[in-house]
């Protein structure tokens, strides 16, 4: 498990380049619209914020419905945060590109 | 499990029309309320304040779906984790664990931490479904607890989603076919606090937990059953340590069968007052009077005479701790705790303040149900507190339960002493069969006891006051004297009674004294008779002498002219011929 050097939870967009890796989960329930819209908005987002900065793992609990429980996860589409801890969530189809920076602590919470 | 929760769930008998099915909860009364069970196949609403019981009931429900009715269960819940939910209701009894293990039950707990949470765009709750439906098709649940889903409405901002996602998860729990119970946290004008009312109409169960005069009293209500006969009243119910048990207590039909059995009353005068043999078995006796006369000897009487026909006693005590009534009775020559510790006696004390008047009705169902005693001793009746009115049916309804199976009760009631002796505090006189007044008889600067028989149904009484004394040897009944100042008891009837005695000593001397002067007569009659018997005889004695004296003489004069005639005539011998 790869963890970061020194100073946690970056705020800054600049400062999180220097960072580690995010990883991310993205779990879905099938081809559903908002999956697809939800998957299109954050491989915009992280193309744009995160240039080579991630790893996004998409699970579809449709086909592994037991993988809900160990994230929490009741609203679809819910995006984790994995790494670095703590573990954030972001729901709904990150159509709001601000409050999806925001839930990763990339853009600073008000 | 708990073995006394049999099979007693009541199958509705006589459905005129096709009832809906039920699944049964095999919780004790729920089943009778809701006559046979929760909608199969439905969703039930389950709403209450905090600490109500909510929780527990749904668990119950559960458990006992997956261990009495082979339909296994999943709980959902939002408010606990799994392990504080297993130590939980580990308390009543349920192993929650072992369930788990065999596959009956699965407990999800759902966590939702709103600062973990930023919501962007379109959501739904698909990912409740997926785990429900998951945790569902692994054991093949036919019951679901979701408790208590109220709270994704503290999780989630978007409120219109979330009651749109709640309607899809109900409609989708109906779809199922799963039995599912959803609680609800009472709000202030609604039955729950986000109105989930709405969208579960079949069948609404209340609970509450209500304080009247310091004590608390836990009720269950049946607010809507659609397609279904419930009972409608409020019925108190009890958290133990085997779980529910709720009371269905409407059944006030006088349809006992009666029994012509008298039982005696330990007392042998007291069964000579009823008719000569006791009372009748299943009746209800009312022994009430002032502080201090003799109510609880009564009452421990009886229950000695029960034990020593081998019967069982259930006595409730609400004043006095057992050891504390053993100590007393003994002192007046009634030994419980022999029949204590030969298990047919059985205490079970509590102060009356301890809970409210249904929870002890309550706890009284439990404890006859348990102990199946064929007497019960209430001991006192009055010491409830509460409205009057609630304390007459509540009694109404003991005695109904009592009457039903064939118990003989004896209560005790406390009559305060500037009160009419007729009148018991809690006015149950109607409820009793059999009415035996104790008081107080004061008289020549003292008090005493007096008992009467104030009424007997269907049996020859005696009219008369007995006076009541505690001896040694227990209760003693004696005549009291009755004169013109009214009834004489203690000294006064001593006194009464030794003047009597003394008049009876005067009466008795006087007729001694006569006899000896009958005696005495008769005696100087006797001499009298025998003095003239001997003048008599003295006289018969002389004429008898005088008769002979003459008889002689005139022999000798005789005798004399013979010879005289001889010596005349002796020349004419031949002449004379």
Not at chain 1, 49 to 73: F, M, N, R, S
Not at chain 2, 137 to 165: C, H, M, P, W, Y
Not at chain 2, 170 to 198: H, M, N, P
Not at chain 2, 229 to 253: A, K, Q, R, W
Request: charge should be neutral.
């Amino acid at each position: 498990m790869k963890t970061s050097p020194a100073k946690p939870a970056p705020r800054k967009a600049d400062s999180a380049k220097a960072e580690e890796a995010l990883v991310l989960r993205l779990y879905v329930a099938g081809q559903t619209p908002k999956s697809l819209l939800a998957f299109a908005n954050l491989k915009k987002i992280c193309e744009e914020h995160l240039v080579g900065q991630y790893q996004i793992e998409v699970i579809d609990l449709l086909k592994t419905p037991h993988l809900a429980a160990g994230d929490q996860i009741l609203a679809i589409p819910t995006l984790v945060r994995k790494l670095p801890e703590p573990v954030r969530k972001i729901i709904g189809d990150l159509s709001n590109t601000e409050r999806v920076l925001i839930g990763l602590d990339i853009l600073p919470r008000e | 499990m708990a073995k006394t929760r049999s099979e007693q769930k009541p199958k509705p008998e006589s459905k005129p029309r096709q009832q809906l099915p039920k699944a049964p909860t095999g919780v004790q009364g729920l089943d009778e309320i809701t006559g046979g069970g929760l909608p199969k196949g439905r969703p039930t609403l389950i709403c209450g304040g905090a600490g109500c019981g909510k929780t527990l009931l749904a668990m119950e429900f559960l458990v006992r779906g997956a261990t009495q009715f082979n339909e296994p269960g999943v709980f959902m819940s939002f408010e606990e984790s799994n392990k504080d939910l297993t130590q939980n209701v580990a308390s009543l009894g349920f192993d929650l664990n072992d369930l788990v293990a065999r596959n009956k039950i699965v407990l999800d707990f759902v966590y939702v931490e709103r600062s973990e949470i930023e919501e962007s765009g379109e959501y739904d709750l698909e990912g409740l479904f997926i785990r429900l439906g998951a945790a569902i098709d692994s054991i093949g649940a036919k019951r679901v607890v979701l408790d208590t889903v109220e709270s994704l409405f503290s999780g989630f901002t978007n409120q219109l989603i979330l009651r749109a996602e709640l309607r899809r998860l109900f409609r989708w729990l109906k779809d199922k076919g799963v039995t599912a119970i959803i609680t609800g946290e009472s709000g202030d004008k609604t039955l729950t606090r986000e109105g989930l009312e709405e969208y579960v109409s079949d069948c609404v169960i209340v609970l509450d937990h209500r304080v009247i005069g310091q004590a608390s009293t836990r009720r269950l209500r049946v607010v809507k059953y659609r397609g279904s006969m419930h009972g409608t009243n409020e019925y108190p119910f009890l958290i133990d340590e085997s779980g529910f048990s709720i009371l269905p207590v409407t059944s006030l039909s006088l349809q006992h069968t009666v029994s012509n059995e008298r039982v005696a009353t330990g007392i042998p005068r007291l069964d000579t007052m009823l008719g000569g043999t006791g009372y009748f078995r299943g009746s209800t006796v009312l022994a009430s009077g002032t502080a201090g006369t003799g109510k609880s000897s009564v009452a421990a009487h009886f229950a000695e005479a029960a034990c020593k026909r081998g019967e069982r006693v259930l006595y409730f005590a609400f004043e006095e701790a057992p050891a504390q009534i053993m100590r007393n009775m003994r002192s007046i020559g009634i030994d419980l705790q022999k029949w204590q510790n030969k298990g047919l006696l059985q205490f079970h004390a509590n102060r009356p303040s301890f809970m409210g008047l249904e929870m002890h009705l309550t706890a009284m169902h439990k404890e006859i149900s348990n102990f199946q005693p064929q007497v019960v001793i209430v001991d006192p009746l009055n010491s409830f507190t509460g409205d009057e009115t609630e304390i007459k049916a509540m009694l109404m309804r003991l005695v109904d339960f009592l009457k039903s199976n064939q118990i003989t009760a004896l209560f005790t009631s406390l009559t305060s002493g500037d009160a009419a002796l007729e009148k018991t505090d809690v006015g149950i006189s109607s409820l009793v069969d059999t009415w035996l007044l104790l008081r107080d008889i004061e008289l020549g600067g003292e008090r005493n006891r007096g008992l009467y028989v104030l009424k007997a149904r269907g049996m020859a009484h005696s009219n008369q006051i007995r006076e009541f004394l505690l001896t040694d040897r227990g209760v003693e009944l004696r005549d009291a004297y009755i004169g013109p100042a009214g009834v004489l008891t203690g000294s006064a009837r001593l006194a009464q009674e030794a003047q009597e005695r003394a008049e009876k000593t005067v009466r008795q001397q006087e007729m001694e004294r006569r006899q000896l002067e009958l005696e005495r007569k008769r005696k100087a009659l006797e001499a009298q008779i025998s003095a003239m018997r001997a003048e008599f005889d003295a006289q018969q004695d002389e004429t008898l002498k005088l008769i002979g004296q003459e008889q002689t003489r005139e022999a000798l004069l005789d005798r004399g002219r013979e010879e005289m005639s001889l010596s005349r005539k002796s020349n004419e011998k031949g002449e004379a011929k």
